[in-house]
């Protein structure tokens, strides 16, 4: 039997295991996926991880290869309506640093198990001190047991854990169009630009390599969807809110939708649940992979102890209602940046310009810092 099975080798998952394997606890880490993805979703790392992953190493190790955003514009067809300055935070790490995903997933790959590939949990089953979990391993049906099984498939392998229906699910009406391009020559790749629009935002966020991260919100209905006309929708926008060099050489982009699921609870019993499993907030802001990353570096210092002690720690209960309130408020941030990114009018556009310009040249602009930056989360 082993101690701990972790299901889903996504960055969560992975960084979950790498920390059990440090802790020294027996570990067995599953995942669907034939090999690692080479797609790019979420990019940014907040401070909070940073800080939370410097003593094993990990976060010099992923800082090796990002780019380091030390502020954020918010602009209006050129002009810039204000700044949110991470670098004058009174942190450890004052910035955001951004990577592609994939390169992501591989440092944390470092320090964790193999993960076994293919398998397709399609079952947990808990006894009174074991939990067997079902999984079509290379099309042959495997059981397998462990003391503690964590979640951490993403919304994909949510009815694992809860039931079907039993979590509030909330679908946004924004679409978002999203493709990683060549930055303009004169890009600063130490600032993230978020254009404010009549028509919608746009948002521009450095990579390595030259390289930048472009969404777009998108009117067109999703049905109408095809690689060139989304590709062809995407320059426009850039076009019109000012990135109009680097959209020239958009040729494919991606579409995705927006919703929210905060589960109540992350443990019943011996089967617990982290990231995007148990809450998926706007991307809009970047915070839900942070969000999991702090569940599971949270999380591996009290599953090693309930595998040396044998019962579960009192301080799991504190654990999970602190990451259960990190999450609602990351799921309102999300929800605000969101609605800030929507059309308007033009009269309502001016107003909305209007009341940025005045907050994010007062005071209130380190407290808007301090909120993107997830220093606001229980583990900050």
């Known amino acids: 039997m082993r101690e701990v099975i972790v299901v889903g080798a996504g960055p969560v998952g992975m960084l979950l295991a790498g920390e059990l394997a440090r802790h020294g606890v027996d570990v067995e880490l599953l995942e669907r996926r034939p090999a690692a993805g080479a797609g790019t979703r979420a990019i940014g790392i907040h401070s909070p991880v940073l800080a939370a992953l410097e003593a094993s190493g990990t976060t010099e190790h992923l800082l090796g290869h990002a780019a380091r955003v030390a502020r954020g514009e918010a602009r209006c067809r050129g002009d810039v309506v204000g700044v949110v300055r991470f670098d004058r935070l009174s942190r450890r790490f004052p910035f955001v640093a951004t990577l592609p995903q994939a390169a992501t997933e591989a440092v944390l790959s470092t320090g964790a198990p193999d993960p076994v590939r293919g398998a397709t949990v399609t079952a947990m089953h808990q006894g009174s001190d074991h939990v067997r979990v079902r999984a079509a391993v290379a099309g042959h049906i495997s059981e397998r047991d462990a003391r503690v099984v964590v979640a951490a498939t993403g919304s ?123 809450h998926e907030v706007s991307p809009i802001g970047g915070q839900g992979m942070n969000l999991g990353l702090l569940d599971a570096v949270t999380l591996a210092p009290l599953l090693a102890e309930w595998m040396r002690t044998g019962s579960p720690p009192p301080r799991l209960d504190a654990w999970e209602r602190r990451r259960v309130r990190s999450a609602r408020l990351s799921a309102a941030i999300a929800a605000a940046n969101t609605a800030l990114g929507r059309p308007a009018s033009p009269r309502a556009h001016r107003l909305r310009m209007g009341a940025l310009r005045a907050l994010l040249a007062s005071p209130a602009s380190a407290v808007f810092a301090h909120a993107y930056a997830m220093g606001f989360d229980a583990d900050a």
Do not use: N
């Open 156 to 278: 994909g392998g949510r009815d694992l854990v809860y039931r079907a229906g039993a979590l509030s699910r909330h679908e946004y009406p924004d679409r978002y169009l999203m493709t990683d391009a060549t930055a303009a020559m004169d890009a600063d790749t130490s600032v993230a630009a978020v254009h404010l629009d009549p028509a919608g935002v746009l948002e521009s966020f450095p990579l390595p390599d030259g390289l930048r991260r472009f969404v777009a919100w998108d009117a067109a209905p999703h049905e109408a969807d095809t690689p060139a006309t989304r590709a062809a929708r995407l320059r426009e926008a850039m076009a019109v809110r000012g990135e109009a060099q680097a959209g020239e050489g958009v040729t494919a982009a991606s579409a995705f939708g927006v919703r929210r699921v905060i589960a109540p609870r992350l443990r019943h019993g011996r089967v617990l649940s982290v990231g995007d499993t148990a």
